[in-house]
């Protein structure tokens, strides 16, 4: 079972910046599609980045040309840069597979809290 460490949140004004960062124990970013999801409070989960095998990425139309997702295959690290935050962008962070079938068990997630 493959696990997944998310950080990197924490408080920032609006039209700030921050960079996430996903570790997994195994080698899994060159053989899985993966994914970047938030969940707002009383908000269902959802898919904000993806980022294929062999490196095509996708965003979500919220977060598109303000968030960049990217991996370091050689440090099992998946990333994601957020910039101009906005306070709609609050929610906790996980990565995770972005197949369904392949999906492991959710990390802690990491909080991010866009306010002034």
């Known amino acids: 079972q493959v696990q997944l460490v998310e950080s990197g949140g924490g408080l920032v004004q609006p039209g700030g910046s921050l960079r996430l960062s996903c570790v997994a124990s195994?080698?899994?970013?060159?053989?899985?599609?993966m994914g970047w999801y938030r969940q707002a409070p009383g908000k269902q989960r959802e898919l904000v980045a993806t980022?294929?095998?062999?490196?095509?990425?996708g965003y979500a139309d919220s977060v598109k040309g303000r968030f960049t997702i990217s991996r370091d295959n050689a440090k099992n690290t998946l990333y994601l840069q957020m910039n101009s935050l906005k306070p709609e962008d609050t929610a906790v962070y996980y990565c995770?597979?972005?197949?369904?079938?392949?999906?492991?068990?959710w990390g802690q997630g990491t909080q991010v809290t866009v306010s002034s």
């Open positions: 980022i294929t095998r062999d490196g095509r990425t």
């Open positions: 995770n597979a972005v197949s369904i079938g392949t999906m492991w068990d």
């Open positions: 195994g080698s899994i970013f060159s053989i899985h599609a």
